[in-house]
Every structure is written in structure tokens, then in C-alpha cells.
């Protein structure tokens, strides 16, 4: 199962919601097609918010 995919998609896709510049890195929300949001910070994983599958 990939990554942060839990509804076990077998491509999952993943959308850029949205880029915060920062004096420390950047900080970008990105949604998988599962449902799940990933918060990336300076290129690394700041959090992950289990969502549900869409139908």
C-alpha cells in the first residue's frame, strides 16, 4: 500500500492545495485522493490527518 494512502488505491493521486513561504522552509497541504492531508514543512512530513475515501 503506498504511503499515507488509506483507502489502499492502488495510484493514488495526490493535489497540491496550497504553498506557504517561510523564513524557514517552505510549507506546503497536499490531499490524497483517499482523503488524507499531508502537511510538508522544509521538505520534510510536519503531519498527517487520516481523511476518509470519496466516493
Given at each position: 500500500m503506498p504511503?499515507?494512502?488509506?483507502?489502499a488505491l492502488r495510484e493514488?493521486?495526490?493535489h497540491?492545495?496550497?504553498h506557504?513561504?517561510?523564513?524557514d522552509g517552505g510549507t506546503d497541504y497536499?490531499?490524497?485522493a483517499c482523503g488524507t492531508t499531508v502537511i510538508?514543512?522544509?521538505g520534510g512530513i510536519a503531519?498527517?490527518?487520516p481523511g476518509t475515501a470519496r466516493g
Open positions: 504511503w499515507g494512502c488509506r483507502a493514488p493521486t495526490w497540491l492545495l496550497s506557504h513561504a517561510t523564513s497536499c490531499r490524497c510538508l514543512h522544509g503531519a498527517l490527518v
